[in-house]
């Protein structure tokens, strides 16, 4: 991948338990969004966060952004079955037209 | 609410065939991207327009060419396929291209180059 690591590459946890996916990158940033992807489907977006942001949360969802380190995490509470998937962290860089820059994607899998 | 289509959604073609992928943004999007991912891989990006003119480049090959049209759908057109070509080719749109706002994506379409 052109932009960094996402970590752990597979985590499997048992519903209900909190799953947490970091993502690092490389230079800097204008926002940093998170993606869902279900095997071979489609890219669903879930959160955006800005470079100037710190944290953001949706539903069960929280996401942290620290520039210093040029790293992200998203946390995912009480898991369910069905937020087995990919998660995958994209960039848009601060300079450039919008294209985003994948990290290489968790998998993620909920045992019910 | 509205989503990106993408047309078809299955596609495949022998080597050295040619593909046509079509994408239809979101309402009142002007930016389509387009991005590749192969088998067990992170989309990469391909190519992006802004209000029908060319405004990023990635790794697209020069046997693909794309663009956008005056109603804002896009087209991606691949020539001389090759094996490696069989990927999931998704389609974004965004409103404005700075960078700053959510792309959405459509679901897809998955090319088989046989």
């Known amino acids: 991948s052109q932009q960094g690591e996402e970590d752990p590459q597979a985590l499997s946890i048992q519903e209900g338990e909190n799953a947490t996916m970091n993502c690092s990158y490389k230079?800097?940033?204008?926002?940093l969004q998170w993606y869902r992807q279900n095997s071979g489907r489609g890219l669903v977006h879930l959160i955006l966060?800005?470079?100037?942001?710190r944290e953001k949360h949706s539903g069960r969802l929280r996401v942290t952004l620290d520039t210093s380190k040029k790293s992200s995490s998203l946390l995912i509470t009480a898991s369910r079955a069905a937020d087995t998937a990919s998660y995958f962290c994209?960039?848009?860089?601060?300079?450039?037209?919008?294209?985003?820059?994948f990290g290489q994607g968790t998998t993620l899998q909920v045992k019910p | 609410a509205a989503g990106v289509i993408q047309s078809p959604r299955h596609l495949i073609k022998e080597k050295r065939e040619t593909a046509t992928l079509k994408c239809y943004p979101i309402?009142?999007?002007?930016?389509v991207y387009w991005y590749q991912q192969g088998p067990g891989q992170d989309p990469q990006f391909l190519i992006s327009?802004?209000?029908?003119?060319?405004?990023d480049k990635g790794s697209i090959p020069d046997r693909f060419s794309a663009q956008q049209f005056s109603d804002y759908h896009s087209e991606l057109n691949m020539s001389s396929l090759e094996l490696g070509d069989s990927a999931l080719y998704f389609c974004?749109?965004?409103?404005?291209?700075?960078?700053?706002?959510?792309?959405?994506f459509g679901p897809g379409t998955r090319l088989t180059v046989l």
């Open positions: 974004a749109s965004s409103q404005g291209r700075l960078g700053r706002v959510e792309q959405f």
């Open positions: 327009f802004y209000e029908k003119m060319q405004s």
């Open positions: 230079t800097s940033i204008n926002n």
């Open positions: 309402p009142r999007h002007d930016t």
């Open positions: 994209a960039t848009a860089f601060s300079s450039n037209t919008g294209k985003l820059i």
């Open positions: 966060i800005r470079s100037n942001e």
